[in-house]
């Protein structure tokens, strides 16, 4: 019996013992083709040469030093690296070490921002439904999934929900992607006049909706009009870019390409890209500046903090995602990729639609392709894909959108971005056997 307490304590794992570019192996050798980098995580591939050297050499000089007494050369590097490419506004990098951490943070500096500012009154957070931001208490309590959520209640953080921007199912007949995201809009502004404006900390969205939706953009305009809004209201804008940023939807911000400045964005999965635990949350000047000049302390912190040999990872990635110019690759691939999966599954009765950015990619899966009709939630699916494609050697990412009751059974794709072309078969092929 195993003595690892796994969160599936039913499921059987295979041992994982190696890595290859985008091929994991277990000990009898069989290899996977990592097609959703984990869960968006491992954007190298794994055994990257330069990444490992990196850590060698940053452990074999400082493995770490306690944040509270120092500060470290790769931690400096890597916040300058990420504020020189980062959207307008951001001015400084707060380090942890996963998505949930960096979406913590995101909460209690915006918290904090407003206690500085004499209006503590302003702590009701804006989320969205079907979403997911973490599973530690403020980040499960941002995430609008009854079914995660239920059994934890009542949680600490105040927050409403309203709509996600989900054109597949959103928009209604006779709406244009413009007048559904204008109708979203109308939504949003309705709850923070429900709440009272002078309640409202901040809202919280997904740029590309990830795991719970399946690789999901929002409709051309949709971001600019939240920001509007917000600005309207004082409200702050926390983008959560733990699964879509660093270069997953080909820009290294997937807020590129929506042109807004957000106040807070959480990064994790692909900034260390599975070679050390790391996250970060990038902090606008005016919430630094309203905390330096206020208590001067950020009331948060843990132990790893700023890890020196994480931060040191984290900028071999990043640099090496940039002199060999993936980016580019992450768009041509991705377009690739959705080519190839809509001429294999286009006309498949059970794939109702196909979607996402750069090499972020959703098959939603239909009862009934003709009027959408969901699966049967207690089918459970995911499940049975996630199983069926491993036995045929392809990690994927399935998850059903029932789960809260809602609709839509969907895989995520998130392939390294040094895959070959070849690849792109591999997938497929194994993929279509898995369906
Ligand atoms: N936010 C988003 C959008 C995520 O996809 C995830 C992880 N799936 C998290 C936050 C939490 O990150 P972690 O699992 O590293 O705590």
């Known amino acids: 019996m195993s003595h690892v307490f796994h969160r599936h304590l039913k499921q059987h794992y295979p041992t994982a013992v190696g890595g290859e570019g985008p091929y994991l192996i277990d000990t009898d050798g069989r290899r996977y083709l990592d097609a959703c980098g984990g869960a968006a995580v491992s954007c190298l591939g794994h055994s990257d040469a330069e990444v490992i050297e990196a850590i060698r050499e940053q452990v074999g000089q400082l493995a770490y030093a306690h944040t509270s007494f120092f ?7 890597l916040a300058d690296f990420l504020v020189e490419r980062a959207p307008e506004g951001l001015s400084s990098v707060y380090f942890v070490s996963g998505g949930s951490e960096a979406v913590e943070a995101a909460l209690k500096l915006a918290r904090q921002y407003f206690i500085e500012r004499g209006e503590p009154e302003r702590r009701h957070l804006i989320a969205r439904r079907q979403s997911y931001h973490g599973n530690t208490l403020g980040a499960l309590a941002t ?12 949680l600490l953080v105040e927050v409403s929900h309203v709509s996600p921007c989900y054109a597949y199912r959103g928009q209604a007949p006779g709406e244009t ?3 559904y995201g204008e109708r979203l809009a109308q939504e949003l502004e309705a709850e923070i006049q429900r709440l009272g404006p002078q309640r409202v900390m901040a809202f919280v969205a997904e740029p590309v909706v990830g795991a719970t939706l399946g690789a999901v953009p929002a409709v051309p305009g949709y971001f600019k009009r939240v920001r509007e809004i917000c600005d309207r209201h004082g409200i702050l804008l926390i983008l959560d870019e733990v699964m879509c940023g660093m270069g997953r939807t080909g820009s290294l911000f997937a807020a590129e390409q929506e042109g807004v400045s957000p106040d807070l964005v959480t990064i994790a999965k692909g900034l260390g890209a599975g070679y050390q635990p790391i996250g970060a949350t990038l902090v606008s000047e005016r919430i630094r500046a309203a905390i330096a000049e206020g208590s001067g302390f950020f009331q948060h912190g843990h132990t790893y903090i700023g890890h020196a ?12 995602i940039e002199s060999r110019d993936l980016l580019p690759r992450v768009r041509r691939l991705g377009d690739e990729l ?7 599954f286009g006309e498949h009765p059970h794939v109702g ?3 996402g950015r750069g ?7 239909v009862a009934e392709r003709a009027d959408k009709t969901p699966f049967d939630p207690s089918r459970k699916l995911h499940a049975d ?6 036995d045929h050697g392809l990690m994927c990412y399935p998850m059903g959108g029932t789960l809260d009751g809602q609709r839509g059974d969907h895989i995520l794709l998130a392939p390294p971005f040094i895959l070959e072309e070849y690849h792109l078969d591999e997938i497929v092929d194994k993929l279509d056997a898995t369906l």
Request: net charge positive.
């Open 309 to 320: 040999t994480a931060c040191a990872a984290a900028l071999a990635v990043q640099r090496a």
């Open 177 to 179: 992607p413009e007048t």
């Open 143 to 154: 995430g609008g999934n009854a079914w995660r959520r239920r059994q934890f209640e009542p």
């Open 71 to 77: 500060t470290t050369e790769p931690m400096e590097a």
């Open 359 to 365: 090499l972020f990619r959703g098959l939603e899966l």
């Open 338 to 344: 959705q080519r190839r999966l809509e001429d294999r």
């Open 385 to 390: 894909i996630k199983r069926t494609a491993m």
């Open 353 to 355: 639609d196909i979607r």
